[in-house]
Nanobody
Framework: QVQLVESGGGLVQAGASLRLSCAASGRTFSSYAMGWFRQAPGKDREFVAAISRSGGSTYYADSVRGRFTISRDNAKNTVYLQMNSLKPEDTAVYYC?????????????????WGQGTQVTVSS
């Protein structure tokens, strides 16, 4: 059984930074790509960022490229999302997920396991 536990969300003002963490267990972490997605109230879940199993390749949504950075520490079975210059439109529940491949991908249907989510609220 794969377990993913996100942390690091909170309430911040526009322009601030947050770092989300996702601790994984129950699967060979370093064998699979990881991703972050988010869902705002009344909206569909959307892709944010993904990272390959080695960490050598990353992929970002246009809306966050240049502001967010995804990284991973395979020794700690943890993936991170550093979020800088936050905007009110970044407000959402953020989820980490394990892909079914080693390659960083955006399609949510290619992710097998999901965390419970962590709330990020950015005030203007």
């Amino acid at each position: 059984q794969v377990q993913l536990v996100e942390s690091g969300g909170g309430l911040v003002q526009a322009g601030a930074s947050l770092r989300l963490s996702c601790a994984a267990s129950g699967r060979t972490f370093s064998s699979y790509a990881m991703g972050w997605f988010r869902q705002a109230p009344g909206k569909d879940r959307e892709f944010v960022a993904a990272i390959s199993r080695s960490g050598g390749s990353t992929y970002y949504a246009d809306s966050v490229r240049g502001r967010f950075t995804i990284s991973r520490d395979n020794a700690k079975n943890t993936v991170y999302l550093q979020m800088n210059s936050l905007k009110p439109e970044d407000t959402a529940v953020y989820y980490c997920a394990v892909a079914d491949s080693a390659i960083a991908i955006a399609r949510w249907s290619r992710y097998d396991y999901w965390g419970q989510g962590t709330q990020v609220t950015v005030s203007s």
